[in-house]
């Protein structure tokens, strides 16, 4: 037997022992959506970790200011690119907003169906794709025939299924296709099956449950104190949500749930997310009962482009139409902040109007970016392995978080 | 016709290769390795011995000895950290 | 055919080990030794020593050469000892000296009386002959080892646990 | 002589034509079939030989000739020696460890005793932990000598679980071999001719408990830690491609077989089958008038047996495969020290109470 351990055995120092450096990402496969962790392992524990952002950023801010107000839409496809909708309708909203005109209620109806379907898109993927990197390939195919089926739900809606460009300010590219209805149903049937069998693979899953109970909490004041927001913060037991603490479009007159979890670990942000798609399906199915007939988009050509017809027959319509192409739309002088909720917390545009046919400043808040930000607080200390779950379950997307 | 002879002398060589690797090399591991080979080649002796008398207490004595080598590996394998890299002058 | 196969892993096993002392890097001496030790597995085979050939491969080439590889995976030897490793002449000499005093006794034996086999009992070396004898002869031994092999755990674990409490 | 050696070649040819003729490729095609059944998929279906796809079974020909003709890639600064063995180390002791499992009985065919097992050793299970103890030798080499961070852990990972497995493992079997009084696969097997007798009917707890570790140490879902590749890329196997990136796969589906067959082996009566011993089914066959045509038939039967519980055990692993996520390397340790060998130890004593008092009545 060797010499007694001395009070201030160090291992390392006694070993001479170092931390092995590996560089996870960015393109690992776990780094879905670009991203490097720059890892120090002592053996299969994380010492040390710095998150390195920004391998997709585009200038999307800066990109802005030389577009039209209109010409925007298809860049703010690119942020969440899970739920295009939404971040179209925050767009809109907001120049809505500095303009001061309210979308007829058949808009704002079909906006937060659109929202929703979005919203279940992108929850959909994010559980599919934490079970997957758990292993579990089953369940993630499951999750992706249930997105696929909405995506589906929306590409008969706006033609696309990834980048939307749904939105209009002032209005939508379409009404609703006819039938819509009776598709969403046969879908939500299909998705709700879909959704009870995920449920059954890992909800009580054992193997699941170990992975994901006790890893990567967050208590719900130091959630708030890093500005999470979304299913993230709601794990954590703080019930804040945009739709019901700041309600916008018509969510005030549909009834759902906010899920709040208790220790704002992965297994209440998986839960939290789960329990979201059946109230995002509630919402809709609410929606399209209280639904109006009537126009989708306001009727000013000053704003809305008006169609086809009216603006080859119509002289002031032509004018508009002429004069919204060349110089884009003049938002009134004057700076707004408008949040949505995103698929992932809040997501909010601030904008800067000097009147003219262009943004001047555009300032978007990605709910991303503070929550990928405490990813080192969350996983310092623990296994590698730990890092995959609460990676996938804070749910970097890259094109919001980096823009 | 394979002899006892044979197998003795087959034994003499690892032992001896053994004990050439154990003088000359300076790496403890190889040290180790090669005692790990004189240590076969007495079992190969003990077994041979035991099929010749007929007598099986010869199987015993490798089954001890592959416990002692079992034993020093796994406190050896944990000692070695200290001694590979914390090199004394001359020897190890 | 027992002369074929008794020059082929003799001589592969000598080869082996020859392999295991030359070679600079620890990790190839390491798998050089794993095949001497399934080579006498072999060897323990051809003499019906059936259950002493299954532990050969089981303890020896599975078990301790694998704590080996450990060791040097990770420790990665190779840079820290390789540079340096022939020790002073004089070992060298001595070594070639005590090495051919050994040869000895081998070359006397050659000269000498030639043992021959005789033929094996029924049931020699199986498993359950061996077990017995282990069990009631040698049990004393036997939980010596045991007992050894406990220390020799408690030991490693002492030994490298980051930590003691 | 001469009969003794071509049987035994027969029996090698046999085995070793089973495992990578038709297990290994047609395991690839399950796997990929299985799950696509699974997850509400069609699965691979696109490889034709003239418009015929037979249900995808092509893309097992396809990818390998595939693979045969890709690029043999050996990164910069690899071990190029040990990069290039470690394949053949890892699929080597998979397919040898197949020798010592009985896939038929003892049949008299014109006068001359046929055994059907390649090897009828006396440590027959023994043999099989000791092959695959070195199968871990090649997993860690590979993951050793990429040269790649991700592959160094892959491969310790795979060494620590693997060690760990085996010692689990042997002692799941120790019960067992305490209850037949043998080591020897053929003598169990001899003495499963009832179906009472089976293993699975005394010690169903050992066979979970092998099971599991069985599963450990093939590194598959959920033990598959090795090679996550959500964490380590790909881990071990990283760094490989072409035919020796087809071994570690071969390797892998052949240890599902050897496992599955060790498994009908020891818990499942081997080639028995359920009610009915051997030497019923010869007289039934027509023993008495035809003693080999209904020896011969008997063999046959004997063997489809064996194929058909294989194939059952092997879908059973595949299915574990596609359901459960992956578990954590600490909670691997975990289960397979805290749990599997306590439990395991416990069976041991369990098993040992049972002989002595005379409740389980050995055969």
Redo the contacts between chains.
């Keep these: 037997m060797s010499e007694q351990p001395k009070k201030d055995y160090d291992f390392h120092k006694e070993h001479h022992t170092e931390l092995l450096t590996v560089n996870m990402g960015p393109s690992h496969p776990a780094t879905h959506g670009t991203v490097k962790f720059m890892l120090a392992l002592d053996g299969e524990t994380i010492e040390n970790i710095e998150v390195d952002v920004g391998y997709l950023h585009r200038g999307f801010e800066k990109e802005c200011e030389a577009q039209t107000w209109t010409g925007v839409f298809p860049y703010t496809d690119r942020l969440d690119y899970l739920a295009s909708v939404i971040n179209n309708v925050g767009y809109a909203m907001t120049v809505e907003k500095l303009i001061g005109i309210t979308t007829p209620e058949r808009c704002q109806y079909i906006r937060v169906i659109t929202s929703e379907l979005a919203r279940m898109g992108a929850h959909f993927t994010c559980l599919g794709a934490g079970a997957l990197e758990l292993g579990a390939l089953t369940a993630f195919i499951y999750f992706v025939e249930a997105r696929e089926m909405v995506w589906d739900l929306i590409e008969s809606v706006c033609g696309a299924r990834l980048t939307h460009n749904y939105v209009r300010i002032g209005g939508l590219t379409s009404d609703l296709p006819d039938g819509f209805a009776g598709n969403v149903k046969t879908t939500f049937k299909e998705c709700r099956r879909l959704w009870i069998d995920f449920d059954k693979l890992l909800t009580k899953n054992r193997i699941f449950l170990d992975r994901m109970r006790d890893v990567g909490g967050i208590s719900s004041a130091d959630a708030k104190a890093w500005g999470f927001t979304g299913p993230c913060l709601r794990a954590a037991g703080v019930p804040y949500d945009v739709r019901r603490a700041e309600p916008y479009l018509v969510y005030d007159r549909v009834d759902f749930e906010i899920p709040v979890g208790e220790t704002g670990d992965n297994y209440d942000r998986f839960q939290v997310r789960l329990e979201e798609i059946e109230q995002s399906m509630r919402i809709v199915e609410q929606c399209l009962v209280q639904m109006p007939e009537g126009p989708v988009n306001v009727n000013n050509p000053e704003w809305r482009q008006p169609s086809k017809d009216l603006s080859s027959g119509n002289i002031e319509y032509m004018i508009h139409h002429f004069k919204n192409v060349l110089e884009g739309i003049h938002v009134p002088k004057g700076e707004a902040y408008q949040a949505v909720e995103g698929a992932n917390g809040e997501l909010g545009y601030y904008i800067v109007s000097n009147g003219s046919g262009y943004p001047v400043k555009m300032r978007v808040r990605p709910p991303c970016f503070p929550i990928t930000s405490a990813l080192p607080m969350l996983i310092k200390g623990r296994l590698i392995a730990d890092l995959i779950p609460t990676f996938d379950m804070l749910n970097l997307i890259g094109g919001e978080c980096d823009r | 016709m394979i002899t006892v002879n044979h197998y003795i002398a087959l034994s003499a060589v690892l032992f001896v290769i053994g004990v050439v690797g154990v003088l000359t090399r300076r790496n403890i591991i190889i040290v180790m390795m090669s005692i790990e080979i004189m240590l076969n080649a007495a079992n190969l002796l003990l077994v041979t011995f035991a099929r010749q008398s007929g007598d099986m207490t010869g199987h015993v004595f490798v089954f001890m000895v592959m416990a002692v080598a079992a034993a020093e590996a796994a406190r050896g394998a944990c000692d070695h950290p200290r001694v590979v890299q914390e090199p004394r002058d001359g020897g190890y | 055919m027992?002369?074929l196969m008794?020059n082929l892993l003799?001589g592969l096993?000598?080869a082996l080990?020859?392999g295991?002392?030359i070679s600079k890097r620890?990790?190839?001496?390491?798998?050089n030794?794993?095949g001497?030790?399934f080579c006498?597995a072999g060897?323990?085979a051809m003499?019906?020593?059936?259950?002493?050939?299954?532990?050969?491969?089981?303890?020896?080439?599975?078990?301790?050469m694998?704590?080996?590889?450990?060791?040097?995976?990770?420790?990665n030897?190779r840079e820290?000892?390789?540079a340096?490793?022939?020790?002073q002449p004089y070992?060298?000499l001595?070594?070639?000296v005590?090495?051919g005093a050994?040869?000895v006794?081998?070359v006397t034996?050659?000269g000498g009386k030639?043992?021959?086999?005789?033929e094996?009992?029924s049931g020699?070396?199986?498993?359950a002959?061996?077990g017995r004898?282990?069990y009631t002869?040698?049990i004393l031994?036997?939980e010596i080892?045991?007992v050894?092999?406990l220390?020799?755990?408690v030991?490693?674990v002492?030994?490298?646990k980051?930590?003691?409490r | 002589m001469t009969l003794a050696l071509v049987e035994t070649a027969a029996k090698i040819a046999f085995v070793f034509g089973l495992n990578i003729g038709v297990f290994a490729p047609l395991l690839g095609w399950v796997e990929r079939k299985q799950s696509a059944v699974m997850q509400d998929r069609i699965g691979a279906d696109r490889a034709d030989v003239f418009g015929f796809t037979i249900i995808g079974l092509f893309h097992t020909m396809s990818d390998t000739i595939k693979l045969i003709f890709k690029e043999d890639f050996i990164p910069r600064g690899a071990d190029r020696i040990m990069h290039t063995a470690a394949p053949a180390l890892a699929l080597i002791p998979a397919l040898v460890a197949f020798t010592v499992i009985p896939f038929g009985g003892h049949y008299t065919l014109w006068g001359h005793n046929v055994n059907l097992v390649v090897a009828d050793l006396d440590v027959g299970a023994l043999f099989v932990f000791a092959i695959s103890s070195l199968a871990a030798y090649g997993v860690v080499l590979a993951g050793w000598s990429s040269n790649n961070n991700w592959s160094f852990l892959g491969g310790l990972r795979a060494a620590a679980q693997m060690f760990s497995y085996e010692v689990a493992m042997g002692l799941t079997i120790i019960g067992l071999v305490m209850f037949y009084q043998s080591l020897s696969l053929v003598t169990i097997v001899e003495k499963q001719n009832e179906f009472w007798h089976w293993g699975i009917i005394w010690h169903w707890p050992a066979f979970i408990l092998y099971f599991t570790c069985a599963i450990a140490e093939n590194k598959r879902i959920p033990f598959d830690v090795p090679e996550a590749e959500s964490e380590l890329v790909a881990g071990y196997f990283t760094e490989y491609s072409g035919m020796k990136f087809i071994m570690f796969w071969m390797a892998e589906f052949v240890e599902v077989v050897t496992i599955s067959a060790l498994c009908v082996v020891l818990f499942f009566g081997g080639h028995h089958l359920p009610f009915v011993t051997d030497a019923e089914l010869i007289s039934g066959l027509g023993g008495a008038l035809y003693p080999n045509f209904a020896n011969l038939a008997a063999m046959g039967i004997g063997i489809l047996t064996f194929i058909v519980k294989v194939i059952i055990l092997i879908f059973i692993q595949m299915t574990i495969r596609w359901t459960l996520p992956r578990f954590r390397y600490d909670q691997v340790m975990a289960l397979g020290w805290k749990l599997v060998l306590p439990a395991s130890l416990i069976w041991i004593f369990i098993v040992g109470v049972g002989i002595l008092s005379g409740i389980m009545p050995r055969p």
């Excluded at chain 3, 020699?124 to 498993?127: I, L, W």
């Design positions: 027992e002369i008794f003799g096993s000598v080990a020859l295991a002392i620890p990790v190839n001496s390491a798998i030794l794993i001497t030790m006498l060897l323990f003499q019906d020593a059936h259950l002493i050939a299954a532990l050969q491969v089981l303890v020896y080439a599975g078990a301790i694998a704590l080996f590889l450990f060791v040097i995976m990770l420790l030897v820290k000892v390789g340096e490793s022939r020790r070992w060298q001595l070594a070639v005590s090495a050994l040869f006794p081998l034996l050659g030639i043992l021959k086999f005789k094996a009992a020699f070396g199986t498993t002959a061996v004898l282990l002869d040698y031994p036997f080892a045991s050894l092999l220390a020799a755990l030991g490693a002492i030994l490298t980051t930590k003691i």
